[in-house]
């Protein structure tokens, strides 16, 4: 398996602009997790999805942000409008809900707001 | 509120020198992770704790778990320039529902 997959790996855009990252979680995983990695916040979850279900956002920052999971094997995590404390670097894992493992994460991606 | 709290946050080591890491937790959990992260690179999973008095070894580290303590330790013994990274424990709250502590930075110097 390759993984926990995210695209793009890095995303420079202006402030304003509407930014959308992407991941595709390991084959067969029923959790999937975001978080946001900051130096001053450090690591923070934002949503968790089981089953493609969204179970707790409570982490979701503000109402600019949204995630979606339309099927297993695919989610999104939404910026609109996106602004300079945004950046960060965004982090999505997934994991066997039930199972007596970890949850494995991707190579995260850089979203810089200028 | 959850707190998730490591000690030290930096930590800077002389080769060959044995260290401990400490995480302290406020919730009721039996179940633990530790993770390694290199600069600029994701977490890699190096321990998965699953019961009170779960020890687990790995090469230089082990980590441990107390959970009537709510105390997790991860100790590094005779430490090597290549254990450099940053280590972050999370407590496993629900389902998988992980929450991070806020890392240990650490440093093996020559």
């Known amino acids: 398996d390759a993984g926990v997959i995210q695209s793009p790996r890095h995303e420079v855009t202006e402030m304003g602009q509407e930014v959308t990252l992407r991941c595709k979680p390991i084959?067969?995983?029923?959790?999937l997790f975001w978080y946001r990695q900051t130096m001053m916040r450090g690591l923070e979850l934002l949503i968790y999805f089981n089953n493609n279900v969204p179970i707790d956002d409570s982490g979701m920052p503000e109402d600019r942000f949204s995630a979606k999971m339309p099927n297993a094997s695919f989610s999104t995590l939404k910026i609109q409008p996106s602004e300079p404390r945004d950046s960060a670097v965004y982090f999505c894992?997934?994991?066997?809900?039930?199972?007596?493992?970890?949850?494995?994460f991707g190579q995260g991606t850089r979203l810089t707001v200028v | 509120e959850l707190k998730v709290e490591q000690n030290p946050l930096f930590l800077s080591m002389q080769e060959g020198k044995n260290y401990t890491i400490y995480c302290n937790y406020s919730t009721t959990s039996d179940r633990l992770y530790w993770y390694r992260q290199d600069p600029g690179k994701s977490l890699e999973s190096l321990f998965v704790l699953l019961s009170n008095g779960a020890v687990k070894q790995e090469g230089r580290l082990m980590a441990s778990l107390d959970t009537k303590a709510r105390l997790s330790t991860l100790h590094i013994t005779a430490a090597v320039h290549d254990l450099s990274a940053t280590y972050f424990c999370?407590?496993?709250?629900?389902?998988?529902?992980?929450?991070f502590g806020a890392g240990t930075r650490l440093t093996v110097k020559p």
């Open positions: 084959s067969g995983h029923n959790s």
């Open positions: 894992a997934s994991s066997l809900q039930g199972a007596i493992t970890e949850a494995f």
């Open positions: 999370a407590v496993d709250i629900s389902h998988n529902d992980m929450r």
